[in-house]
């Protein structure tokens, strides 16, 4: 092919005779589709604003995360009430336990924590053992500065983070508070929030030496890219990120002439393909005289690129990366412990989850339950969301509120569940992870009643649910067992809802301090459990007037410490002892989700919730005369007793938080509560159970006695009673057992109750034996007057059981 051409600018005028005849419009489509890829990279690629823009933003939510342990440590020995302890720990040492021991509750990491005296003149590094000048200058800059920012000592497996703090301002300071958690925490923020393993590298500088490798880039850095370093603030770690350096002067032209002529290219082959060239009359020759000619191109001239710019002043990569002791003070952590293992980074993102069938079983009498990954997915979410919006359709009672508990596997199940929702055209308000009562409180606040609470509440951590509300009635027996069928059927609303994000957390907190003020402040201390309630529950408890010690408030969806569930005694242990520690009037619990709550007294003793019921009954009925308090099955007999001497009505009534809400709604109760700790108030609330507004109802009622809490709580009527008592099953059984128990069992000269499993009540005490609704296992308790009486009843019950099935392990 022969071209001879002239480019005018404005026109493209062809002058001479163009051979089109034998191009292969193919080729020349191929050979602009590259141009304009290689053109694209060039220009968007690394050093493009969008590269750069995307990578800087990875960093910054990378940087994010890690500042997120440094700043949680932070706001701990920041808190009111450790310096407090920490001041009371200066000037008697004999109490530096109690500081120990209340610190490690909040942080749970915690690997030491030591209390300097305020004067560092006589004190030498070297008696600080191991990093001792590194420690000693963090102690002097939280001196001057309130704060020192928080690094790494040491290497390998015994490297730790450092944080410093003074205790008090700087004219009176009263020590100086140096706490140690293990490196490879923040080290996990940093690993677990990369875009892509060795995207970035991390290091620590202090200004004075060389930087610390901490991990490297996965390659080296290259001629053509620079490293641009962000501080993670509060620390002397920084995070690098790579960046593609500019070109200068007239490179920047080479991707667009690329771009340019990759468009000619193709177009024309484009148009060769639709549109074959055919030559003029007078072009056209015999094919066969026709000379093979060498294809001839004018050379086009190019701006010339100029090479890159110098690197931003500072550290080579090379030496900024280096794995050497420095011997700065500092220390570095061995690359082998914490260099990123591309393999197995790989397989942890290619890891494919199978997709989880939708079983029937998940659908409980009052709300939907699973194990996440078994029975339960984002999938399933979806689908339950679509059944969900299309019942709020139908009964006009949107926009469907939603939220999550902190357990790992909820944002994975609100995610589904938003889309599900939406997608039948129903508007969705998405609130975060709150406890299950701001959700209630959203529900009633912004809408018309109707919320889906993602929680496992408390269940352990690979479980979780859904508690769902429509129109203010909770969903419950056929209510939720009919979605499934539903789902199956594919009776379903289709349309495209609005998503929108709301903050109550404020607007919670604000409602209730209103109402709640009181009388006299009291010393509590907040077990969290590691549950959602860690986000508000001391915050509520102080904006009434409360003096709260927060314990275990750092949310943590694998409930570290202990498990999430105030009504079994082992996981109040904790509270226990440290409402002993710090003289504290009164010990309160919550669950996973919030929305139970438990308390203990400053001697030890467990206040279970149907004497507390007791409490709340008798306060409600001095403003609501003649009211109905409902009950469930499980609670003492004394609180029968008590509703009618304070002018109630009582009324047992089944297990379950839906339950006992509708049946409230149905009777116009006041008030209502069951054994498990949820308290239902209707009375200057909304009728739904939240334990942190529980919790201040309670501690309203104690602050307006003269008497010592301990002392109001032990004047109630009390019995000799068992805890709820676990039989485990499988799943599905322990609903046949109580049908066949309450066909076969007898129970001479005892009153027999069957609303709920099979309760039998004696002069002087009872048993019952119900199936739990939530997970495969029978509930049994007993209570009576006296040890004599409960262990009779005991021995009553366990020659039923075990003559319906002589193979049950019975806890008692």
Not at 228 to 250: C, E, H, N, S, Y
Not at 471 to 487: E, L
Not at 577 to 583: I, R, Y
């Amino acid at each position: 092919m022969k071209i001879n051409q002239k480019l005018d600018f404005g026109n493209i005028v062809v002058l001479k005779k163009l051979h089109l005849d034998r191009v292969n419009p193919f080729a020349l489509v191929i050979a602009g589709a590259v141009m304009l890829v290689i053109a694209a990279m060039l220009l968007f690629s690394g050093g493009g604003p969008g590269g750069s823009e995307k990578i800087l933003a990875q960093a910054q939510r990378t940087m994010s995360q890690m500042s997120s342990v440094v700043q949680s440590m932070r706001r701990v020995l920041e808190d009111e009430q450790v310096q407090e302890l920490a001041a009371i720990a200066a000037a008697a040492p004999d109490k530096i336990p109690n500081l120990q021991q209340y610190v490690r509750g909040r942080i749970p990491d915690l690997l030491d924590l030591k209390l300097y005296t305020a004067k560092l003149v006589d004190l030498q590094g070297t008696e600080l053992g191991p990093y001792g000048y590194a420690i000693l200058d963090m102690l002097m800059t939280a001196k001057e500065s309130g704060l020192a920012p928080a690094q790494i000592h040491g290497k390998g497996e015994t490297a730790y983070l450092a944080m410093a703090v003074r205790v008090g301002d700087e004219e009176s300071a009263a020590g100086l508070l140096f706490v140690r958690i293990p490196s490879a925490v923040i080290v996990a923020a940093f690993n677990g929030a990369l875009p892509a393993a060795g995207e970035f590298s991390l290091d620590q500088y202090n200004g004075r030496f060389k930087p610390s490798a901490i991990s490297n880039f996965a390659e080296p850095v290259t001629s053509s890219e620079r490293v641009t370093w962000l501080r993670v603030p509060g620390t002397l770690l920084r995070i690098g990120l790579k960046q593609q350096v500019r070109v200068i002067g007239g490179g920047a032209a080479i991707p667009l002439l690329l771009f340019i002529f990759g468009l000619i290219l193709t177009g024309v082959g484009l148009l060769l393909k639709f549109r074959p060239y055919q030559p003029p009359v007078e072009l056209r020759e015999d094919p066969l005289q026709i000379e093979d000619q060498p294809v001839v191109v004018e050379p086009v001239d190019l701006p010339e690129v100029e090479p890159p710019g110098p690197k931003t002043p500072g550290p080579e990569p090379k030496e900024a990366h280096s794995n050497n002791d420095r011997g700065d003070g500092f220390g570095v952590i061995d690359l082998p412990d914490l260099s990123f293992n591309l393999e197995k980074r790989d397989l942890v993102r290619k890891k494919f989850n199978p997709p989880v069938e939708l079983v029937e079983s998940i659908f409980k009498a009052y709300d939907i339950r699973g194990v996440v990954g078994e029975t339960l997915d984002a999938e399933i979410a979806r689908r339950i969301g679509q059944v969900m919006g299309s019942m709020t359709l139908e009964q006009d009672a949107g926009p469907v509120i939603v939220a999550r508990d902190g357990r790992d596997s909820g944002y994975d199940l609100v995610e589904g569940l938003i889309e599900g929702i939406s997608s039948t055209g129903c508007d969705v308000i998405d609130i975060g992870a709150v406890p299950t009562g701001v959700l209630y409180y959203a529900a009633y606040e912004l809408g018309s009643g109707t919320g889906v609470m993602v929680t496992g509440s408390h269940n352990p951590p690979d479980y979780n649910g859904f508690k769902l509300l429509i129109g203010g009635v909770t969903q419950a027996g056929d209510d939720i067992t009919g979605m499934y069928t539903r789902i199956k059927s594919g009776n379903l609303r289709l349309g495209k809802g609005k998503v929108r994000r709301e903050t109550m957390l404020d607007s919670y907190r604000e409602r209730i301090s209103g109402d709640i003020q009181l009388k006299r402040p009291l010393k509590v201390v907040a077990d969290c459990g590691n549950g959602i309630g860690g986000v508000c529950a001391a915050d509520v408890l102080r904006d009434i007037g409360a003096e709260v010690f927060p314990l275990f408030d750092e949310v943590d969806g694998s409930f570290p410490n202990h498990h999430p569930d105030p009504s079994e005694p082992e996981n109040l242990n904790d509270l226990i002892e440290a409402v002993q520690m710090m003289d504290a009037d009164l010990g309160i619990a919550f669950d996973g989700d919030a929305d139970r709550l438990g308390v203990v007294t400053k001697s030890g003793e467990i206040i279970y919730a149907d004497r507390l019921m007791m409490l709340f009954a008798k306060d409600v009925l001095s403003r609501e005369p003649g009211g109905t308090i409902i009950y469930d099955v499980k609670c003492t007999g004394h609180l029968r007793e008590v509703i009618e001497e304070s002018g109630g009505k009582p009324m047992m009534y089944k297990t379950g938080h839906s339950l006992i809400k509708n049946k409230m709604k149905e009777v116009d109760s006041p008030f209502a509560g069951e054994m498990s700790g949820h308290f239902f108030f209707k009375e200057r609330w909304y009728g739904f159970d939240c334990g942190i507004y529980s919790a201040a109802r309670l501690l309203e009622i104690l602050a307006a006695d003269e008497r010592d809490p301990e002392e109001v709580l032990n004047s109630l009527p009390n019995s000799v009673s068992t805890p709820e008592l676990k039989v485990h099953m499988q799943e599905g059984e322990n609903h046949a057992f109580v049908k066949e128990f309450q066909e076969k069992a007898r129970f001479v000269d005892a009153k027999i109750t069957t609303i709920d499993g099979l309760r039998a009540d004696y002069e002087d005490g009872w048993g019952l034996v119900r199936a739990s609704n939530t997970t495969p296992i029978l509930v049994v308790r007993f209570d009576a007057d006296s040890e004599t009486a409960l262990q009779r009843i005991k021995d009553i019950f366990k020659y039923q059981m075990l003559a319906v099935n002589d193979k049950l392990d019975l806890p008692f």
